[in-house]
């Protein structure tokens, strides 16, 4: 049978007294993407910095492949891609993989090889000898993915890697991921774009407070939501008079973002007239009403009553 | 221990320090800058730097060929030093104007004749003049004054001996060889109680320009040291944890203790680099008296201890982390600490110049003490007995501040974890 990438059991971590991680346990398997999606101050970087070994657990039991995370073992196995960047600037594409593989100990001809095969999979090849300072952020964000895949990595931890690219790079960062599960490694995934891990991942941890909320594949979480029907009004102008008008019709609170105020109701017919009365009322106009299917941020807020990006 | 980690993480450092142009300035550029102003502006030149006063004058009797006034002005004209004159004479219209002159800064020196002063001379008698000397800097005023107090003292002396030979020959009458010289010797020893003669004394190891070059090229060396050494290390673990890449470094498999070696290494080597900076231009460009051969043990006892030094900068930088929590913060603090120490601790400023009070930081600073040794055994050519002493010193103060500074280190690895 084959082992899981990574295995955690009552995993606890504390930061002065403040409880970062609460009880997190879940397994991860080989050839599958693991998605852990939650706020900022979800715990999200902590678990997956315990994972990288860079933290140490306060309570539980973490296990990456069989080892603590911690050790060299682990640490060979890992890949791992923070949020921040961390190439440099004044050195090239080439000198920066270069770098980080005699952390790992590749010599050099192999490294150089592997650095090269890297930004060619990144699409950087033809930038190898420019140096990261004139890179946009996505050809940083690609070329930091290539420096946690330098030790050709079977767990790769990966803690938001597409914050702050616009959508068409995002979308080439994880047709890359999805091609490094199809390698049969074990993906690790932090986010708070719930349609990046609706698109990318297998299974989907949502996080809240230190927390996991629920753990699932992205359509079981969807069903979660159960009986509640999601009414989306596009209104001209929204105000918290009218979100606060609105919430006798919503189970859930309404969520309101730019021209657009979603309600979770059970049974939406009934009060749509009562709904565009209270639109009008706050001198607003409704553009249009669908009824539209759940997202993970539904989810997260029929679990948490808060909304992802609070 | 893996060398490859600690390698790259050190030939990282080196290609981030020798690509930014402001810490090329400072590691290099500074210090080569540093040695050419000291060899051009503090060294003198063989022989001594020669003085010119500007000096004006003005007498109450005109100024008549080889009389009175006249006579001291031709040979204060005649005067040389080093085949430059003197003084520059400027003869002006009334003792008002000679004032004034001195006073304004337009002269260093004024001289006023007043009437009589021909006749005074001519008779034997004492004869008087004013002198006006530019006030206001202290040192200024004692080379003026012991110039023109030099020159008048020879004056007189050389007057006295031709009144001595003029008594002898004219008024004394026949008396023999003998007696003459008798009379003359004894009348001169009224003239002349004591005759001295003066001899400058200059420590033999800083007898020559080139030497003294070769100081301040190794005082260089030690300011790069506390300056690049102190400022490096201070900021070299921080700009990681600024940056998020000591993160990074600890999820690799290598231990925070590679880490830290990597970054020294890579201090050393800079510093390494900009010492040889230092010695190659001073020795080829300005000359400097600097023999270092690697098969003298005193050379390569000095060096091991200039290393030690180093070593101890860099613990005080890993210090400095301690309490910065930015790489500004860091490089601020290290700025601080070290722009005084620069100049009272003895590495490029002579311990004389001090002030009494603070001399004691040359004395007990263990980077002055290891430069100490390398000027002593590669400029002045001591032997290992006279620079072991500066080993213990050196070799504590590295230790300590090292030590401390690990522990430092290994704190901010903490926050880390």
Known sequence: MLMDAVEIIGLTKYYNGFKALDRVSFKVRYGEIFGLLGPNGAGKTTLLRILAGILEESEGTAKVDRYHPRSIEARQLTGYCPQESIVYDDHTALENLMFYASLYDIPGGEARRRAMRLLELVGLDDKANVKVGKFSGGMKKRLNLAASLINEPKIVILDEPTTGLDPAIRRELWDLIKGLKDEGRAILIATHYMEEAEYLCDRVAIMDSGRIVALDTPEELKRKIGDLSIVELKVSKWSEGLVEALKPYSEEGPVAEEDSIRLYTKNPDPILPKIIESVLASGSRVSSVSIVEPTLEDVFIKLTGRRLRE | MKW????????????????????????LVFPLMFITLSAVLWTPKEGGNPITLDTVIFSEEGFMEDIGPGLVKRVMEMVNVSGEPLFKIRVLNSSEDVVSAVRDGKADV?????????????????????????????????????????????????????????????????????????????????????????????????????????????????????????????????????????????????????????????????????????????????????????????????????????????????????????????????????????????????????????????????????????????????????ILPSLSPVLAGAIVAYTIGVVGYKRLVKQEV
């Open chain 2, 110 to 386: 004024g001289l006023v004749f007043p009437r009589g002063f021909a006749a005074n001379m001519t008779r034997g008698f004492p004869a008087t003049l004013k002198v006006y000397i530019a006030g206001g800097d202290v040192n200024k005023k004692q080379v003026i004054q012991g110039v023109v107090g030099g020159f008048l003292m020879a004056f007189n002396e050389n007057i006295s001996m031709f009144r001595i030979n003029t008594a002898i020959r004219y008024y004394i009458g026949n008396v023999s060889e003998e007696e003459a010289e008798f009379i003359r010797k004894s009348m001169e020893g009224i003239a002349k109680p004591i005759q001295y003669v003066v001899e400058e004394v200059v420590p033999e190891t800083l007898a020559t320009r080139e030497k003294i070059i070769g100081w301040y090229t190794i005082g260089m060396i030690g300011v790069q040291f506390m300056f690049s050494g102190m400022i490096g290390a201070s900021t070299a673990i921080i700009s990681e944890k600024e940056k998020g890449t000591l993160a990074r470094f600890l999820s690799a498999p290598i231990s925070p203790w590679e880490v830290l070696l990597g970054k020294t290494l890579a201090v050393i080597v800079s510093l390494i680099i900009s010492a040889a900076a230092c010695i190659v231009y001073g020795v080829l460009a300005l000359n400097a008296d600097i023999a270092f051969n690697p098969l003298n043990p005193a050379h390569m006892l000095s060096a091991f201890i200039l290393f030690l030094g180093g070593i101890m900068m860099i613990g005080c930088g890993l210090i400095i982390s301690i309490f910065a929590k930015t790489v500004r913060g860091a490089s601020g603090i290290a700025t601080v600490i070290t722009w005084p120490l620069m100049f009272l601790t003895g590495l490029v400023i002579p311990e004389f110049l001090i002030p009494q009070s603070l001399r004691f930081l040359a004395k007990i600073f263990p980077l002055t003490k290891a430069i100490d040794a390398v000027r002593d055994a590669v400029v002045f050519g001591a032997g290992v007995q006279e």
């Open chain 2, 4 to 27: 490859r980690p600690i390698l790259g993480i050190a030939v990282k450092d080196l290609k981030h320090t020798f690509r930014d142009k402001m810490t090329i300035f400072w590691t």
